[in-house]
């Protein structure tokens, strides 16, 4: 008889796990100065967020399985969406004190927002779901996009990019705005532009190598 423990793990929550290995890999290869490697792992990463919960809403789950995934979910995000970019940005460069003190701010930031969520969930209005401040799985999105911008300009410049970027997202993450829940074809939309920087940054490991 498999343990209370292993009995945990369904599809989605298998799914979740997949997504903290590729934050790890994604750790690995910043270490290693693999940046666009890296790039690639967190935002696939993202991409598995989304679609636990997909697949979640979508399953026959035991009442255990259901229950773990909350926090597991939380637990693989913190890991993701907030260790994970941060050594990214620490391998990158972003080194001295000020730059150290922003990643840890970051991380804080990820931990307040996902226990707040967590606490308190989702708003409805008018038969519609929105989060309060911006969900952390979107730093998978951000991140990679304006990382981009280092194909063309100055590293001095692309850490003054990656400070305000990464002090914008700590900001926008627990500040009380409300942001409708994307779903359906949004899904979609950024599978395929996963897929779409995924061939900038394999173009890009190619030619540099």
């Known amino acids: 008889m498999f343990s209370p423990i292993i009995r945990q793990i369904d599809l989605a929550n298998a799914l979740t796990l997949t997504g903290l290995m590729l934050s790890f890999i994604s750790v690995i290869f910043s270490m290693q100065s693999n940046f666009y490697a890296a790039i690639i792992c967190m935002m696939y990463a993202g991409i598995i967020d989304l679609f636990d919960g997909f697949l979640a809403r979508r ?18 995000d913190i890991c993701s969406f907030g260790f994970a970019p ?10 001295e004190p000020f730059s150290i003190a922003l990643l840890v701010i970051y991380m804080a ?21 929105y989060y309060t ?7 998978a ?10 194909f063309f300009i100055p590293n001095y410049a692309m850490k003054i990019v990656l400070q305000g970027l990464y002090l914008l997202l700590a900001t926008a993450m ?9 779903s359906g074809v949004w899904y979609g939309i950024f ?3 996963a897929i779409g920087l995924t061939g900038v940054y394999i173009w890009k490991i190619i030619i540099t190598n």
């Open 174 to 182: 627990i500040s009380g705005f409300k942001m409708l829940k994307l």
């Open 141 to 150: 999105l951000f991140i990679p996009l304006t990382f981009t911008l280092s």
């Open 133 to 139: 401040g911006l969900p952390v799985t979107y730093a």
């Open 191 to 193: 599978s395929l532009a």
């Open 86 to 95: 941060a050594i990214f940005a620490y391998s990158w460069g972003l080194r």
């Open 109 to 129: 930031m990820n931990a307040l927002r996902l226990a707040y969520f967590n606490s308190t969930g989702l708003t409805i209005s008018e038969n519609k779901e």
């Open 59 to 76: 399953t026959e789950r035991t009442e255990l399985q259901s229950e773990v995934g909350k926090h597991l979910d939380s637990l693989v």
